[in-house]
Nanobody
């Protein structure tokens, strides 16, 4: 079992930045493929970014490419999402997730989820 706890959300003006963190505990963290997802009110949960076990492979949704950067520090059992040039449409609850096996953009492929952290971008 893997436990995931997100932090770093908040209220920011458009154009601003936030850095989300996700601390993992339980099963060996370094074996997992990690992802960030988000869900806005009335919308389905959507893929944001993912990173491979060693951190050498990253994948981003087109809507955040060039603005968001995902990284991981296996020594600290933590993944990060640096979000720059934030837009009002980035407003959502952001979730950290973990899975074994091959990479995936589908939320259904991820086995473990955090409780989420709210990000609100004002115009």
């Amino acid at each position: 079992q893997v436990q995931l706890v997100e932090s770093g959300g908040g209220l920011v003006q458009a154009g601003g930045s936030l850095r989300l963190s996700c601390a993992a505990s339980g099963r060996t963290f370094s074996t997992g493929f990690m992802g960030w997802f988000r869900q806005a009110p009335g919308k389905e949960r959507e893929f944001v970014a993912a990173i491979s076990r060693g951190g050498g492979i990253t994948d981003y949704a087109d809507s955040v490419k060039g603005r968001f950067t995902m990284s991981r520090d296996n020594a600290k059992n933590t993944v990060y999402l640096q979000m720059n040039s934030l837009k009002p449409e980035d407003t959502a609850v952001y979730y950290c997730a973990a899975k074994g096996g091959p990479p995936s953009r589908s939320p259904r492929a991820y086995e473990h989820w955090g409780q989420g952290t709210q990000v609100t971008v004002s115009s």
